[in-house]
């Protein structure tokens, strides 16, 4: 992802861009451009660690750190929720949308791509039907988990709000639970074939060959400069709808996975374009999977501990969309086998969906 890394200079642009008063539409371009390399170098950085820890170790690192860089963003947005209350519910729906967006994005454009890409230069190829089988049962069964609380919210909130916060904790402990589950049922059985473990494939595969030293140092350097670029980025946020009209579930949908997922999904795309079509599948719905059932919960608990709680209560656009992607998405690998023309289909469907919430009103 080397070549990536000329745009960092765009993270020199935001800085200068911010502290000078610049407009903030090239804010929000600058510094979220600034984002992408360095998500790809935590990436990096992870699967450097990865590769000197060993299997387990390193499907651990892999599993936690996978979103490292959209988690900060989401947290930045929560934070700027308190300092500038005005805003607070849209940048808790703009948590809500990347969240959304991220799973969308990972089973339908990174998914899609990767099967269209792959289906053109290799014709048809095979997978684990009962591997993409235990993956889309666990996608099912995430997104159901963020789907409960939206659909009885309405009724319990008639009688109190709280009851809708505590519902969205109990959810989110449950979810967690189950993720950490997961993770000690890959460290317990190293010959299970859970989505850490083709996270921990891909860390070799694509590991630079760096001491822990120097890992560390970028995977801390990489994290601040996220850091920074985050707050520059969400700071712009209500600026750039005002300005250019994009509402906040548009960025979050469709703009925020894409800026912090990058590096994560050309991995995906360019392992389905060496005929890995099981390990691209496992990537991309790994994601998906950290992200209901790790990231999202995550962050119901970091709220409230930041006292701008965030629940797990989605709208009927989003609900519909992470309903329809995740079925779709089931129904195309558990054949074992995708083609160029499913690849297309998906992609499709993300084509829709981003045209959907690009019309919606700010």
């Given at each position: ?26 804010v ?95 014709g ?52 967690i ?25 891909t ?26 670029m ?43 374009l ?15 999977l ?12 970091i ?14 656009f989003?609900l ?43």
């Amino acid at each position: 992802m080397n070549y990536l890394n000329f745009l960092l200079l765009f993270g020199l642009i935001a800085i200068v861009a911010g502290l000078l008063g610049w407009s903030p539409v090239v804010v929000f371009v600058t510094s979220g451009l600034a984002v992408i390399p360095l998500a790809g170098l935590i990436g990096e950085a992870t699967e450097a660690l990865a590769a000197h820890t060993g299997p387990r170790l390193g499907g651990l690192l892999n599993a936690t750190l996978g979103n490292a860089a959209e988690l900060i963003i989401t947290i930045f947005a929560i934070r700027e929720g308190l300092v500038n209350p005005a805003i607070r519910q849209e940048l808790l729906e703009l948590v809500r949308a990347s969240l959304t967006g991220s799973v969308l994005g990972n089973i339908l454009l990174v998914l899609g791509l990767s099967i269209l890409l792959g289906g053109l230069k290799h014709g048809t190829q095979r997978f684990s039907r009962s591997h993409a089988g235990i993956n889309a049962t666990m996608l099912m069964l995430a997104v159901a988990a963020l789907v409960i609380p939206s659909l009885f919210s309405h009724t319990i909130e008639v009688e109190s709000h709280e009851a809708v916060e505590y519902l969205s904790l109990g959810v989110a402990g449950v979810m967690i639970g189950l993720y950490i589950l997961a993770l000690v049922f890959q460290l317990r059985d190293p010959g299970a074939h859970t989505y850490e473990d083709a996270e921990f494939v891909t860390a070799r595969l694509e590991a630079p060959p760096w001491s822990v030293r120097r890992a560390l140092v970028v995977l801390v350097l990489s994290t601040a400069g996220i850091a920074w670029m985050s707050e520059l980025l969400v700071g712009s946020v209500e600026h750039v709808v005002t300005q250019i009209g994009l509402s906040e579930f548009f960025l979050g949908i469709i703009i925020i996975p894409i800026i912090g997922n990058v590096a994560e999904h050309l991995v995906a795309v360019q392992v389905a374009l060496k005929n890995q079509m099981e390990l691209s599948l496992a990537i991309s719905v790994g994601s998906s999977l950290q992200i209901a059932l790790f990231v999202a919960p995550l962050l119901v608990f970091i709220s409230l501990l930041m006292g701008n709680p965030l629940t797990l209560v989605f709208n009927q656009f989003e609900l519909i969309a992470l309903m329809a992607a995740v079925l779709i998405g089931g129904l195309v690998s558990l054949d074992g086998e995708s083609n160029w023309l499913e690849g297309t289909m998906l992609l499709a469907i993300y084509v829709i969906i981003g045209l959907a919430f690009f019309w919606l009103p700010t």
